[in-house]
């Protein structure tokens, strides 16, 4: 089946520094990838869609200059946290979209800015 | 019994029983419904989907129902068993674009022996 993978699976960062968390599709070429963030019991929000080689999509109440998202390859996307702030401690979630409608969802990053 | 926590509801089924978690959508135009099962520290896992032309679909234990009039969609899960111990959550999907998908608020399942 097709796997997505996610890096790092944890980080913990000072505040005010940058975090990149690379999502990558392993056994499939992923024309779109949609980053996700989850806090703590609450359901996943869709933050940004990203096409290889075009400017992602950001939901609204995203900061673009904020969430950084690259997606150079059709395997893999990144999201940089820009000057990480405590407030942006979450899970973050990517998943990849190939030549079909379905999702598939990367493991998820914690990110904890201290 | 149910019961609403700070954020999540939460569905305490005895083991072997059957559950049924619900979800509201919002969307008349959704073309698509997916049920995930996330663990804690997981992505979500695919359960099930069903397209907005069907009313019903079945799987492997599970079967998710649609009624587009109410816009309600369920999961139902026969013989419950403690593995199914999780949050479950709806999502809503749109064909047109880049077939984002939009998260329903998600559901807790506890399965006690």
């Known amino acids: 089946g097709a796997v997505v993978s996610q890096h790092p699976s944890w980080v913990i960062c000072k505040s005010g520094t940058s975090v990149k968390i690379e999502c990558r599709s392993l056994?499939?070429?992923?024309?779109?990838m949609f980053w996700y963030r989850q806090f703590p019991k609450q359901s996943l929000m869709l933050m940004a869609t990203s096409n290889e080689g075009s400017k992602a999509t950001y939901e609204q109440g995203v900061e673009k200059d904020k969430f950084l998202i690259n997606h150079a390859s059709l395997t893999l996307s990144t999201l940089t946290v820009t000057s990480a702030h405590p407030e942006d401690s979450s899970f973050y979630i990517c998943?990849?979209?190939?030549?079909?409608?379905?999702?598939?969802f990367g493991p998820g990053t914690r990110l904890t800015v201290t | 019994g149910e019961s609403v926590g700070l954020h999540l509801p939460t569905l305490s089924v005895q083991e072997g029983d059957n559950s049924i978690i619900n979800c509201a959508y919002s969307?008349?135009?959704?073309?698509?419904f997916i049920w995930y099962k996330q663990e804690s520290g997981k992505g979500p896992q695919f359960i099930i989907d069903i397209r907005s032309n069907m009313d019903k679909r079945q799987g492997q234990r599970v079967t998710v129902l649609l009624n587009k009039t109410v816009k309600h969609l369920s999961l139902q899960i026969a013989a419950t068993q403690p593995g199914d111990s999780a949050v479950y959550f709806c999502?809503?999907?749109?064909?047109?674009?880049?077939?984002?998908?939009?998260f329903g608020a998600g559901t807790r399942l506890a399965v006690h022996p």
């Open positions: 998943s990849a979209r190939g030549q079909i409608a379905e999702q598939y």
């Open positions: 999502a809503e999907g749109f064909s047109g674009g880049y077939n984002k998908l939009i």
């Open positions: 056994d499939f070429q992923a024309t779109t």
């Open positions: 969307n008349s135009a959704s073309d698509y």
